[in-house]
């Protein structure tokens, strides 16, 4: 992929605050809005105040309550007789105390167009796509209750939303959150299948994982310790609770999960306390330090 140049306006002249993005060549327009100043988009003659009375889609970010755990929920909103749009649709959200991650989220980002020519059609089919891709990375928590409905598109049409999640991709991940990328990208399952630096856990169990973009990936159907020593870090302790959902009944991954580090994944594996660069090693001997 080529290189990209992505445009960040600082509506509020602060990182922290309103941040608007726009690509070259590009229809589509990005915002991501504090939960905090969703009533500073209300009124005036601005573009976010304009951009947000149009049809698009939305992500309530945040922390599950009880796990730490990030989480997302996937919206759409259309235009309203009363000529209200996105705004209207998450400031439901931000009322309505009944909804179990009410209180969870804590950002929004929104998606639309510069001219606002997305139907009920397209949004349907971009909900549920990135609802999808969202449920597949196993990065957040998908707090969507149904799968939304994909709609019925055209060929064409498939083409070109296609692009635009590719675009919208890229910058929600500059925004901060990569939300909708597979742990292990395609180039990095090739390499793995490849044998081009896989690393194996030094003991009983049998465990593989690679180097990525990001960290050290624990590979599906590695194996673990059914028991957690005392000693085990407290993070160790956090992760198998946290991915108790991504292990079977005979403690084996069934999905990649990502680590910050190979002794993250290593005491992940083990149970306990150790040293990636001491129990991760490839066919040849080398260790993640000699990469």
């Given at each position: 992929?080529?290189?990209?140049?992505?445009?960040?306006?600082?509506?509020?002249?602060e990182p922290t605050k309103r941040i608007k993005c726009t690509l070259q060549n590009w229809t589509g327009i990005v915002y991501k809005i504090p939960r905090a100043m969703l009533n500073n988009c209300k009124d005036g003659a601005s573009d976010i105040v304009r951009h947000l009375k149009q049809t698009g889609i939305y992500f309530l970010l945040g922390e599950d309550s009880e796990s730490g755990e990030k989480i997302i929920y996937i919206g759409q909103a259309v235009v309203r007789k009363n000529g209200e749009g996105l705004l209207c649709r998450i400031q439901e959200h931000k009322r309505n105390n009944k909804e179990k991650y009410w209180s969870e989220w804590n950002?929004?980002?929104?998606?639309?167009?510069?001219?606002n020519s997305f139907g009920p059609t397209e949004i349907s089919y971009l909900e549920n796509q990135f609802t999808s891709l969202a449920k597949e990375s196993h990065r957040y928590i998908v707090k969507n209750g149904n799968e939304p409905n994909q709609g019925n598109i055209t060929e064409e049409k498939e083409s070109e939303l296609s692009e635009y999640i590719d675009y919208a991709k890229m910058i929600i991940g500059v925004l901060g959150h990569v939300v909708f990328d597979p742990i292990v990208k395609d180039k990095e399952k090739r390499n793995a299948d490849e044998n081009a630096v896989v690393f194996t856990y030094k003991g009983k169990l049998k465990a593989n994982g690679i180097i990525t973009d990001e960290g050290f990936a624990l590979l599906k159907g590695s194996e673990l310790n059914p028991t957690i020593s005392k000693s085990a870090h407290s993070f160790t302790i956090k992760a198998r609770k946290s991915y108790g959902n991504l292990i079977d009944e005979n403690y084996r991954t069934t999905e990649d999960i990502l680590f910050s580090s190979p002794s993250a994944a290593a005491g992940f594996v083990g149970g306990c306390?150790?040293?990636?660069?001491?129990?991760?090693?490839?066919?040849?001997g080398k260790t993640p330090k000699d990469f």
């Open positions: 992929m080529r290189g990209k140049t992505i445009n960040f306006f600082l509506i509020d002249g950002e929004v980002i929104v998606l639309t167009t510069q001219n306390s150790l040293s990636g660069n001491v129990m991760w090693v490839t066919a040849d």
